[in-house]
Structures are given as structure tokens and as C-alpha cells.
């Protein structure tokens, strides 16, 4: 098993649980639809709003899609053969940052490392790996003591969780420079993203009964979104560039739920046809994000004619999620040749 490649779940089935694991692929490819029509909107300001991150508080389709994706990396590590070692998840790691600091550079025409997406990745992943060092019954202490950390920290901090006055803003500013939603400040309660994840995964792989594991996971499911909610009431608002504790469990409880829906459509009622293009997707999440990635920079000096194209189609609106689109219909053809001749790339 791999961090962002499916290993047995992309593979196919060769036994009843084996088959199972498909819902898993379909979750992480439908991260990587959100991902593509997120990032390649044609027109920002014509996107509509539930494609647009939330300007600081709130909580929108795109803001759900990174923490997904950071879950479902979660998922996958209790259904890896073995165990990941200290040298493979260093090594994995190492790769993402590379490889996510080259996408950057390249964006950006500056090369030398830097933080984005992948890089937030390789850093959750690392760290919850640690945390699963730990005796399996401190896990959930310390990932909620985290939480709970973190909580005091926004309270305590005379700017709260305000812009530019809050103590992740402060801290950024002081070791980076400045702030950013991609910063290291973020990676303490991610990492909890990426071990709720692990929970949902244990669901999957230690309950041999079909009714377990969808019981488990609503259980989950439903735990996490109270708490949430709980903490949203007690002031904790929703908050994608800061992390917070509310916006880790209620995220974690949408993905806990999909995940439960994805494992009864797909895994129980042999919906694989329906699901095949989010399952090719996901099999190849790490390729698909960075040939894509790569190819919104190339695009970008033709991209205001297709944008012009296709506003005089159908409108602004149009053209913003159209030119979007383009990149997910364009990934998932790589992904299902790559899917048929059974070609998985691994980090």
C-alpha cells in the first residue's frame, strides 16, 4: 500500500473483501474531481460560490475537498499488507515535498522549495504516522488533546481567530514570512484529518461483517459531527486556512459518511460500473494531480481563448466550470488507460 496509490483496492478483486475495497478508490477519485474543479476554474470571479473557498469563516463544496483527500490518505494505511516503515514513510514523504515544491516552482517560474498541496500531505501523513507509533489507546488522546490544544491556543490569543490577528498568523509571519493556508501552522489538527481517516480505514479491515463496518463507520460518522457542531456553538467557527477543531471533526464526519455511502453503493450493492470513472481516478490520484497540475502551466498562455470560446457558448459561468472540467475529463482519459493496462504509479 502506498499514501496517495490504492495498492489491493485498485487491483483486481481476487477475493470478497479484496473486491470490497473499491469504495475506498471511488472516495479519493471523487477528491480528485473536486481537486481539478477547484483549481482550473476558467474565470474566479464567475465561479460559483459553492466552487470557491470561503473568503475566512464557512464552509463550501471546495473547502470539503483537501481534508476528503487528506482522509482518505488516512484510510488507506490500515489496508497496506504491511506496515509502512520509518524509511518508506520518510522516503514517500520526501517525494511529495519534492515533487509538490516543483509543481510550485513551476507555477510560479521561482524554484527552491516552498509549501502547497502536496507538501501539506506529506506532512500530515508523516506526523499521524508517528502518532500511530504510539500504543493504540493513547492514539485518541493525543489527537484530541491536539485538538483541544489548538482550541486553547485561538482562545487564549488576544486576536482570536480573526484575520492577520491570530496566533497562526503571528507564528507564519515570524518563522515564514507570511501567511498562508498551506503553512506548517495547519499541520498539528490535519494530522488529526488524516488519523480520523485511519479509523474509518480500521472499520473497514477488522470487521468481517458488512453490518459492522457500515455500523462503525455511522457511528464515527455521526460522533464526529456532533462534536463539531458542539464546537461551532461553543465559538469555534469553520475554518478551512486555520484547521480549526471544528472544521477537522465536521470534515471527518462528511468523509466518515461518504466513505460509509460509497462502501453500501459501491462494495455491497456492485454499483462498479457507475462508480468505474471516480475508481480510475483515485487509482491514480498522485499522477492525475501533478500531469494535470503541470498542464494548467503550460495551458495557461492559451487559456483566455478557450475561456473566450466557451463564455460566448454559454456565459461567464459557463466558461468557469467548462474550462474546469476540461482538466477532469482530460485526467480521468489518462487514468482509465492507464487503469486498463493495469499500470499503477506509486510513490
Known amino acids: 500500500m502506498t499514501l496517495l496509490d490504492t495498492g489491493t483496492a485498485a487491483r483486481p478483486a481476487t477475493s470478497p473483501r479484496r473486491s470490497r475495497l473499491l469504495a475506498v478508490d471511488a472516495l479519493r477519485g471523487l477528491a480528485v474531481v473536486g481537486m481539478l474543479l477547484v483549481n482550473n476554474t476558467g474565470l474566479p470571479a464567475s465561479t460559483p460560490a459553492e466552487l470557491a473557498h470561503s473568503d475566512w469563516h464557512g464552509l463550501t463544496i471546495a473547502d470539503l475537498v483537501f481534508p476528503l483527500f487528506l482522509f482518505v490518505v488516512g484510510v488507506a494505511v490500515p489496508l497496506a499488507k504491511t506496515p509502512a516503515s520509518l524509511r518508506s514513510v520518510l522516503r514517500r514523504s520526501a517525494l511529495l515535498f519534492v515533487i509538490g515544491s516543483l509543481l510550485v516552482s513551476a507555477k510560479h517560474a521561482h524554484f527552491g522549495p516552498s509549501t502547497g498541496v502536496l507538501q501539506h500531505i506529506a506532512g500530515a501523513y508523516l506526523l499521524c504516522w508517528l502518532l500511530l507509533r504510539l500504543p493504540r489507546r493513547w492514539q485518541p488522546v493525543v489527537a484530541i488533546g491536539l485538538l483541544g490544544a489548538v482550541w ?7 486576536g482570536g481567530y480573526e484575520p492577520t490577528q491570530n496566533v497562526a498568523a503571528r507564528v507564519d509571519e515570524a518563522l515564514l514570512g507570511r501567511f498562508s493556508a498551506e503553512q506548517p501552522h495547519n499541520l498539528p489538527t490535519s494530522m488529526v484529518s488524516v488519523w480520523f481517516g485511519v479509523l474509518a480505514g480500521r472499520a473497514l479491515v477488522e470487521h468481517r461483517d458488512a453490518e459492522h463496518r457500515l455500523a462503525r463507520l455511522l457511528l464515527l460518522a455521526s460522533s464526529t459531527l456532533v462534536a463539531g457542531l458542539a464546537l461551532v456553538l461553543a465559538g469555534v467557527p469553520l475554518n478551512k486556512p486555520l484547521w480549526t477543531p471544528s472544521y477537522v ?16 453503493v459501491v462494495d455491497r450493492w456492485g454499483a462498479r460500473a457507475p462508480a468505474r470513472p471516480l475508481v480510475v481516478l483515485g487509482a491514480n490520484a498522485i499522477a492525475v494531480y501533478v500531469v494535470t497540475s503541470l498542464a494548467a502551466v503550460l495551458a495557461s498562455p492559451w487559456r483566455a481563448r478557450v475561456v473566450d470560446a466557451l463564455r460566448s457558448l454559454g456565459g461567464a459561468r459557463f466558461a468557469a466550470v467548462a474550462y474546469a472540467t476540461l482538466f477532469v475529463v482530460a485526467g480521468w482519459a489518462m487514468c482509465e488507460a492507464l487503469y486498463r493496462r493495469r499500470y499503477f504509479i506509486k510513490l
Open 152 to 158: 486553547a491556543a485561538y482562545a487564549m490569543w488576544g
Open 249 to 264: 471533526l465536521i470534515t471527518a464526519g462528511i468523509g466518515t459518511t461518504l466513505l460509509a455511502a460509497a462502501h453500501q
